[in-house]
């Protein structure tokens, strides 16, 4: 019999994910729970940890199977602009306003990319600043201010 082999970067990924499965399960287990058609504020934890759990049980058993990849190059610049952005939007979407906190997250993250124009970056954010407000704003009718206190107008 063979001896198992399991690529180290999958496993401890799976690992990881069981353990935080675990933990989230264990820290929901102190919530009501409810039924699936009147659920309480510990369903949702619990089904999500329980997935976390099961997906890592999946990575741990593909890891057993299939030799991964090695790691490239860290991508600092993306991480350096993409994990900022949404603690930037937290920060200012009561200050500046939906609308430019929106288009400054787009902005910011845009630049992860060493391929990203100026221009192009601000074509894009205000597309999507554009399709964000008529989507959350209009459709959905969410009570937001689209231009907060910080400005002066």
Known sequence: MKPISIDRVNGLAGALFIAFGIFFAIQSLGLKMGTAFRM????????????????????????TRVKGEPFGPIAWRGMALILPAPIFFGLTVRGL??????FFTSLIASFASARMRPAMALVLSAG????????????????FQRFGPWLPF
Request: charged share 0%; hydrophobic share 65%.
């Open 128 to 143: 999507i600043t554009v399709f964000s407000v008529a989507v959350f704003s209009y459709a959905l009718g969410l009570p």
């Open 97 to 102: 306003g939906f609308v430019l906190a929106v």
């Open 40 to 63: 309480g504020p510990g369903y949702a934890p619990l089904i999500m940890a329980g997935m976390l759990i099961v997906l890592g049980l999946v990575i741990i058993a593909q890891a």
